[in-house]
């Protein structure tokens, strides 16, 4: 007997159940009918209470909707390669669509295709959302689709076409509030923002190849911070809120802004760098062999006896000498509105404050003994502001003044 759950048949639904459905891979199908657009308009009054976004009190001010037609497909014009669409890839759930389409009909209970007037062609269309199940129902040999015609509230009489800047912002929207039609992805957001500020200069503060003064900065950053909560559905984490500004706001000077390490990736690669140089490319492993370990660690001051005692641990159980172990301290993700105040307060200062730290344990666990800074030594820190490079260059591990008088000075801040 098999285990495989069979789903119902569309045929074995009552009448008035059918009518919801149209089985558009039936050979005898080629359209939407009127009485299919009737059943649609009567099921999509109480639909459209779901969404405030797009129908409602919380629609953006440039969106209107405009009417529920019939469309031919042959009127319907077709991205050209140099139009951004919503999605960086192809729709990770478009086997599941097609199937759900197939196998129960087109639903005419889930609200339609999204198209805008198109802005040249009189009587003509794009596509403002639905390009997977418009892909879907063209393949099935369908002349025409159920739409939903939005229009652009701010437009002249003349022309109430939606622009492709908002077609761009409406459609990745759409898609991060979807369920089974596929999420956006994380790509798909930092896609449309890198678009939104290049081609339609969205608050751009890109001038002449220099970096934007502190004004233009935050203005950047709170624009697009409100933008990227609307093109997620408000479902973009803070981290990738910030990662995604962060990597535009580089996009000018074609190096970051700030160094991220996020989950310390990239981290051991970027010490490798600074520690090593073109005259000796192998220079952290030559000191290691020495006993003399360069060591990456987050500016978290509870975090440091965990980390010291781990390295000395690893080392000793593998038998290796040990003579130094250089703490150098980074920090993940600096805050996008004043990275350069958050170097200088969270990563600059750390030794400071990790002494700070442990003197306050030493004095109420161990009766006052210090700690011994002969072997584990806080070095220095990673310089990851690129606004900062004069004074803290971003190629250089940034030593504390206590060590400057070693062998080291020379060959790390000259």
Known sequence: MSNVLAIPSIHTLLDKEKENFVRVSDWNVSEFTDENLGVYENNRIGAINQYPDIYGSRRPDWLNYKESILVPIRDIVMETANQQTPRMRDNDAYEGIKNRIIQRGFELFKIGIYVTPHETIPGKYRVVEGRTRLDILMREGMSNIIAEVFIDSSATETNYSISECNILRFGVYCNSAK???????????????????????????????????????????????????????NAITKSQCDNIVNSLLAGWRGSPETLSFPDAVGIEDHLDLLVNDDDEPNRRNRLAKEGIYYVATTNDTAHMPRNITRYFDRLETKGLLITELRYVVYKGRLAIGDPSKDWELNVKTFKAAAEDFNNKISERLFHGVKADYSVAKMWGAIPQVLSLEEKYPMDKIFVYPEHLDHDEKTKLND
Not at 184 to 197: E, H, I, K, Q, S
Not at 203 to 226: L, V, W
């Open 179 to 233: 369920d089974i039609s596929g999420k956006a992805l994380y790509n798909d957001w930092r896609g449309a923002c890198v678009v939104l500020t290049k081609r339609y200069k969205l608050d751009f503060p890109f001038n002449n190849g220099q970096s934007p003064t502190d004004a233009e900065r935050k203005r950047y950053i709170s624009t697009m911070t409100e933008e990227l909560a609307y093109l997620s559905n």
